[in-house]
């Protein structure tokens, strides 16, 4: 197998440390330490640590796997719970740990750096968007008498997820996972 | 008036930094200096910056005022109501920057620090104690038809309201409050 481009490699270092550290504690230093890079080689890469986050983001959008709230060969209130049950278990398995790329850089830089607000506020519109069309779906078979409107709902359902990984962040008991799945599935999406 | 005294001027300002910046950037440095204080005078008053952020925790609890939660004046549901417009003003006030200090916290330094975690997830729980108490009035007073457990829809909610800053955040558009008061007061509220 080729070796991965020194590109591929810091941008594969630089997704795990956002994750794991934050925006502000990953510097360069640290990522190109960790990809076993030069740190001279970033900037023949990258115009700076901002320009390598929008990277790292785009790339955290594609691992939620958005498509499959799409995929018409499963009932589309299936999909969703799937959906939900697939980025608990990414949390869970990391032991409550790292949280939500999108949310950590909301929080952490969001503020401060336009390019990572405009960079969330995509991110998150895009996954809104596919939640509030299962959800319309399914309020077309059927399988959701509520009537509320879609994109409220859909909205609503992407931030209370973040929240829940707030709250799970601090507890690491899934009981935050758990009230959001009673709620959501149990009276939202009914 | 008397002169605040040198640890008082220290919380105030790292109650400020801390807000504005988060744990990660705002150093013992920044707080002196914001304070008007001599750096060395930080560790006469508190043993580490972890120390000093715990007392940050509490002040910030307070400003949350729980206690008008249980106030029996007012009927249960429309404390609910006043409590989350409370808290949406707040953020409001702040052009959407700053977001809640438990849930910065949680997502910046939980991870690393246990006692910080610790700290954020006592003030979870209080604050989704309080809201709990009061959804349960709002059971018992006939105002809340839903017979969801209280308790499970405290610590949603809780969670909700802290993902909904990580949006609006991002977006600023006052979407995410909106999406909020929707579905928790048309729906689950009722």
């Keep these: ?6 590109r591929e490699q810091i941008v594969d270092a630089a997704y ?10 990953a510097g360069v230093k640290l990522i190109t330490d960790s990809a076993g890079v ?5 900037y ?3 115009e700076s640590k901002e320009a390598l986050a929008l990277v790292v983001m785009d790339r955290y959008g ?3 796997h ?3 709230l799409a995929d018409k060969k499963v009932l589309a209130l299936t999909r969703l719970r799937e959906h939900f049950e697939f980025l608990a278990k990414d949390i869970v398995d990391f032991g409550y740990e790292r949280g939500c790329v999108y949310g950590n850089f909301s929080t952490e830089a969001a503020d401060h750096i336009p390019a990572i607000r405009e960079g969330v ?13 299962a959800i319309r779906e399914a309020q077309e078979d059927g399988s959701i008498t509520s009537s509320q409107d879609p994109g409220t709902l859909g909205r609503f359902l992407v931030n209370a997820w973040e929240g829940a990984i707030v709250g799970e962040r601090a507890a690491k008991d899934g009981s935050s996972f758990a009230a959001f799945f009673t709620v959501a599935f ?3 999406l009914r």
């Design 121 to 133: 506020r995509t991110g998150f519109d895009h996954w809104a968007d596919a939640i509030t069309a």
């Design 186 to 188: 149990d009276t939202l």
């Design 1 to 6: 197998m080729p070796r991965a481009s020194v």
């Design 62 to 64: 594609e691992s939620r």
């Design 66 to 68: 958005l498509e499959t």
């Design 16 to 25: 795990e440390q956002f994750h794991r550290h934050g925006y502000n504690a």
């Design 38 to 42: 030069p740190k001279g080689s970033f």
């Design 44 to 46: 023949n890469h990258f």
